[in-house]
């Protein structure tokens, strides 16, 4: 019997994981530059909490949550994405009000039972900022350009930024109804989803992939053209300060994203470098959830990416910035006393702050110098009975090989110059 990894996860190697930390590090430190901060919240939920949030009638709460019931029946929920997570967490907490501005940021594993392909897993993970409290336009266009920051900083150029805007309470219904109008005399040809959506969930239609389906939703009526007076200010000032912030952007009148809660802005980052899944970043306001999470009115926005998909084009494009673990030395040893030295000058360099590995187990100098080889150690120090009769060994640098006579207890110093 031979175990594998559930379809659509992957494991994440030690030979790939530098890529992931230096991902990771980045983005934790370009959100603490826009003074975000960390929140954790559980991997799983109350079903509820994604089920009204996302919207029925989405791809996501029709098909693609991993719910299960717990052993006292009750409907828990493998978190789809972060933002209700954090509303719930936030409420819960007192974090968020609308007299505060509240800014968090999240790292972590998401799950959505998704056909798998590259760039689309069912266990993923994203890194997201929630902002609530503030409805200024200028918070859109900010962090937008935190996007922007973000891969510049990780390396990552030739992005397109799509935004839109999807209206409000007031006037999303009237565009609701622009699209049940315009699709009434279509749907006969279209697909059994789209069938369904027009009469559960009538924007979704926009979300069909259906190649047929596409052709009618080309000429659909768009949310700009349907947007009330408040909205349509709001996006005119998003884009002014786009472009006061040198954001390059384009307007995209099909983006309404495949979740239910958002109003006003709504937007997306892709790759050229990636294939079918090009998305690496996903946001957009909600300025309703919060209220009908239970808490006061409060507005909010936020974005996710696909650590994933930023991964691969890092790989892709051989980003410097990220560099595999190396280990600083290899102690080399033979002989029982010579192996007793090097673990207690290794005790002494790891606590001085060096990363330190040697023997186990009394092998041959040749398969221990093939050790250190393999783990790329900058610097081998070769301990054998002469040595330790005269308190000094050789320390031999492997990039160049010249080799330096340091005393046991001159080590730490000299390496730590070195580093
Ligand atoms: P989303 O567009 O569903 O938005 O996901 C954000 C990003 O996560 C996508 O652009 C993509 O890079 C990545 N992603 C999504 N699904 C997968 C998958 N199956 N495999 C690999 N990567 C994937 C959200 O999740 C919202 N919560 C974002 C947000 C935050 N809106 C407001 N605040």
Same mark, same amino acid.
């Given at each position: 019997?031979?175990?594998?990894?559930?379809?659509?996860?992957k494991d994440?190697?030690?030979?790939? +994981?530098h890529?992931?930390?230096?991902?990771?590090?980045?983005c934790r430190?370009?959100?603490?530059?826009y003074?975000?901060?960390?929140?954790?919240?559980?991997i799983?939920?109350?079903t509820?909490?994604?089920?009204r949030?996302?919207?029925?009638g989405?791809?996501i709460?029709n098909?693609e949550?991993y719910?299960?019931?717990?052993r006292?029946?009750?409907?828990?929920?493998l978190?789809?994405?972060?933002?209700?997570?954090?509303?719930r967490?936030?409420?819960?907490?007192?974090?968020?009000?609308?007299?505060v501005?509240?800014?968090l940021?999240y790292?972590g594993?998401m799950?959505?039972?998704?056909?798998?392909?590259?760039?689309?897993?069912?266990?993923?993970?994203?890194?997201?900022?929630?902002?609530?409290g503030?409805?200024?336009?200028?918070?859109?266009?900010?962090?937008?350009?935190?996007?922007? +920051?973000?891969?510049?900083?990780?390396?990552?150029?030739?992005?397109?930024?799509?935004?839109?805007?999807v209206?409000?309470?007031?006037?999303?219904p009237?565009?609701s109804?622009a699209i049940?109008?315009y699709?009434?005399?279509?749907i006969?040809d279209?697909?059994?989803?789209?069938?369904?959506?027009?009469?559960?969930?009538p924007?979704?239609?926009?979300?069909?992939?259906?190649?047929h389906?596409?052709k009618h939703?080309e000429?659909a009526p768009?949310?700009?053209?349907?947007?009330c007076g408040?909205?349509?200010i709001?996006?005119?000032l998003?884009?002014d300060?786009?472009?006061?912030?040198?954001?390059?952007?384009?307007?995209?009148n099909?983006?309404?994203?495949?979740?239910?809660?958002?109003?006003?802005?709504?937007?997306?980052? +892709?790759?050229?470098?990636?294939?079918a899944?090009n998305?690496?970043?996903?946001g957009?306001?909600?300025?309703?959830?919060v209220?009908?999470?239970?808490?006061?009115p409060?507005?909010?926005?936020?974005?996710? +990416?696909?650590?994933e998909?930023?991964?691969?084009?890092?790989?892709?494009?051989?980003?410097i910035?990220c560099?595999?673990q190396?280990?600083s030395?290899f102690?080399?040893?033979?002989?029982?006393e010579?192996?007793?030295?090097?673990?207690?000058?290794?005790?002494?360099?790891?606590?001085?702050?060096?990363?330190?590995?040697?023997?186990?187990q009394?092998?041959a100098?040749?398969?221990?110098?093939?050790?250190a080889?393999?783990?790329?150690?900058?610097?081998v120090?070769?301990?054998g009975?002469?040595?330790?009769?005269?308190?000094?060994?050789m320390?031999k640098?492997?990039?160049?090989g010249?080799?330096?006579?340091?005393?046991?207890?001159?080590?730490?110093?000299?390496?730590?110059?070195?580093?």
């Amino acid at each position: 019997m031979k175990y594998t990894a559930p379809r659509g996860t992957k494991d994440i190697l030690p030979e790939e +994981v530098h890529l992931w930390q230096f991902v990771e590090n980045t983005c934790r430190e370009v959100f603490a530059f826009y003074n975000y901060k960390e929140i954790r919240t559980p991997i799983f939920e109350s079903t509820d909490i994604f089920s009204r949030s996302i919207g029925v009638g989405t791809d996501i709460v029709n098909k693609e949550m991993y719910t299960f019931l717990d052993r006292k029946g009750r409907s828990l929920t493998l978190r789809p994405e972060e933002t209700a997570a954090v509303v719930r967490a936030g409420l819960e907490n007192n974090l968020i009000s609308p007299e505060v501005i509240t800014k968090l940021y999240y790292l972590g594993p998401m799950f959505r039972y998704e056909r798998p392909q590259a760039g689309r897993q069912r266990q993923f993970h994203q890194a997201g900022v929630e902002v609530f409290g503030v409805d200024d336009p200028l918070v859109d266009a900010e962090i937008i350009e935190m996007n922007l +920051v973000l891969f510049e900083k990780i390396g990552i150029k030739g992005l397109e930024i799509n935004i839109n805007s999807v209206g409000c309470k007031a006037c999303k219904p009237n565009y609701s109804e622009a699209i049940v109008n315009y699709f009434s005399d279509k749907i006969k040809d279209m697909c059994v989803d789209c069938k369904e959506r027009l009469v559960v969930n009538p924007m979704r239609i926009l979300d069909c992939k259906d190649a047929h389906c596409q052709k009618h939703i080309e000429h659909a009526p768009t949310s700009v053209d349907h947007l009330c007076g408040e909205c349509k200010i709001h996006f005119d000032l998003v884009q002014d300060w786009l472009k006061r912030l040198n954001v390059k952007y384009s307007i995209n009148n099909r983006l309404v994203r495949g979740l239910d809660y958002y109003t006003r802005t709504v937007f997306e980052v +892709v790759s050229k470098q990636l294939g079918a899944q090009n998305a690496i970043c996903g946001g957009g306001r909600y300025n309703n959830l919060v209220e009908e999470f239970g808490g006061k009115p409060t507005p909010a926005i936020g974005f996710a +990416v696909g650590l994933e998909r930023i991964i691969d084009i890092v790989h892709k494009l051989q980003v410097i910035g990220c560099k595999p673990q190396a280990v600083s030395l290899f102690i080399a040893t033979l002989g029982h006393e010579a192996q007793k030295k090097g673990v207690e000058l290794a005790s002494q360099l790891r606590r001085a702050g060096l990363s330190v590995d040697l023997d186990y187990q009394g092998k041959a100098l040749k398969s221990q110098m093939k050790a250190a080889d393999r783990m790329k150690a900058k610097y081998v120090y070769i301990i054998g009975d002469d040595e330790i009769a005269k308190g000094s060994a050789m320390l031999k640098n492997m990039s160049n090989g010249q080799q330096q006579a340091i005393k046991f207890e001159d080590l730490s110093k000299t390496l730590c110059e070195k580093y």
